[in-house]
């Protein structure tokens, strides 16, 4: 039986606690000071801690700061869970800066309580060290169908995934347009204990201010001139299940307090409607935004950022992953060709050069938009470096005058790689001609292809 060490210097706090957890199966044991608390802890056997963050007639937190910090330090793998009223949610978000592992605020229910300690318990559990799983391996273990890649980092990320599904805690992916957060959403549910439930998706990019709380919330008839019916909000539609917030960066600040509210208290109050309704939802969103930078600028709540980043994943964009481009380019030929009723097509080798040659600043997307142009363009069987250059050529758009990517997309040493694989491809591998169209001997050359791992 794993216990948990509840501390407030309010008796009938500890019991009230003390018999919620004792019905969820947990032992406890309780401290009403910061000095009795190290006293347990430096006794007995707890596995995580639940403490608040006033133990006097001051209500600054600094007493609970200090315990926490004492903690992280002498226990550093003890979960924390820190309660505080909602007017006090920056003290919650120094609380998180500082180790704690989630907030709760007054006044809470039973339900809040006992998730949030079998979350930070489960994500407890699975905080050991990776180990060098194969896809083979990860695939026997896991659902990741629809995950296309061996690429090292993505193994390592698939692997952090698996973990994290089983728990309730809320995931942020991040990472560049077209990465596959969308993907990634679905793996996390797809392997959760939700996942025979509703997953339900939202793209808060595209839902203007003045419509949020409608969509997310719901509304009753005549709540407003166009409401000539009841309608059910997305949070109530992904009740038990999982809802997935993409592009969470876009929201509307003025937006953000109010996601804030039904995340933390679990409750929302549907548009015309003064019923507060409960809702049991997984949350994982996604974003291509720094949101550190974000709430720098006071662009984004650093106290919906902890409330939505419990774990947070970051996916590599496709150029940092060059290896699974054939892997991926031969999914979405079979997808495309399906889709085309272009039966039996095949990619030459010269087409997979030509593919990892290129820089795809769309990632994945972009990757998938230009196997479907060639399918449909191309009169073959087997695509050729001819037939993406041809689908590439009919695009439309403004040609950039240097031809060079974006400065930041790509490191000099990708640069470099891009340029052996497209010179390979033009020459059709004939080394002496790369080389001398590289400037550079075939000695340094051949140099360079084992540094790049590129097989001619």
């Not at 910090?69 to 924390?80: L, S």
């Not at 990465?179 to 793996?187: P, S």
């Not at 996942?195 to 409608?214: A, D, M, Q």
């Not at 085309?340 to 938009?369: C, V």
């Amino acid at each position: 039986m794993q216990t948990v060490l509840i501390v407030d210097d309010d008796a009938s706090v500890l019991v009230s606690l003390g018999l919620v957890l004792k019905q969820a199966g947990y032992g406890t044991r309780t401290a009403k000071s910061p000095t009795d608390a190290m006293a347990v802890l430096k006794k007995e056997r707890i596995d995580l801690v639940l403490q608040d963050m006033n133990f006097s007639r001051q209500t600054t937190g600094n007493e609970g700061m200090a315990l926490l910090q004492e903690i992280k330090t002498t226990f550093p793998a003890i979960p924390v869970i820190l309660i505080t009223s909602w007017g006090s949610i920056s003290l919650a978000v120094s609380g998180m800066q500082a180790g704690a592992s989630d907030f709760i605020t007054k006044p809470w229910t039973n339900e809040q309580i006992v998730q949030s300690v079998r979350t930070a318990l489960k994500l407890a559990s699975v905080d050991v060290p990776l180990k060098a799983f194969s896809r083979e391996e990860l695939d026997k273990q896991y659902d990741f169908s629809g995950v296309v890649g061996r690429d090292p980092k993505l193994l390592q990320l698939l692997q952090i995934i698996g973990r994290v599904s089983a728990t309730d805690a809320s995931v942020l992916i991040t990472g560049e347009s077209g990465t596959g957060k969308e993907v990634i959403a679905d793996a996390i549910h797809r392997n959760s204990l939700r996942k025979n439930r509703p997953l339900v998706k939202v793209n808060l990019g595209s839902i203007p201010s003045t419509l949020f709380e409608s969509e997310l919330f719901g509304h009753v008839k005549g709540a407003f001139t166009d409401a000539r019916a009841d309608r059910k909000g997305r949070f109530e539609e992904a009740h038990t299940g999982t809802i997935f917030l993409d592009e969470i960066g876009d929201l509307d600040f003025s937006c953000q307090v109010k996601l804030l509210r039904v995340l933390q208290e679990r409750t929302f109050e549907v548009v015309g409607s003064n019923k507060s309704r409960n809702v049991d939802v997984r949350v994982v969103s996604a974003t291509n935004k720094n949101l550190m930078d974000m709430i720098a600028r006071e662009e984004f709540r650093e106290d919906l950022y902890y409330r939505l980043n419990l774990i947070s994943v970051h996916l590599p964009a496709l150029r940092e992953r060059r290896e699974d481009i054939p892997l991926l380019a031969r999914h979405f030929l079979q997808m495309a060709a399906k889709t085309y009723r272009r039966d039996n097509m095949e990619l030459s080798e010269n087409a997979l050069r030509w593919l990892q040659s290129r820089t795809f600043p769309g990632n994945i997307r972009e990757l998938k938009h230009t196997i479907e142009r060639a399918v449909i363009m191309s009169p073959g069987q087997v695509l050729q470096a001819d037939d993406f250059n041809l689908a590439n050529a009919i695009q439309p758009g403004t040609p950039s005058k240097d031809n060079l990517p974006e400065v930041g997309t790509m490191s000099l040493e990708d640069i470099e790689k891009a340029m052996i694989l497209k010179a390979i491809t033009h020459h059709a591998g004939n080394i002496s001609k790369v080389a001398e169209s590289l400037g550079m001997s075939r000695f340094a050359l051949y140099r360079r292809l084992e540094k790049f791992g590129i097989r001619v």
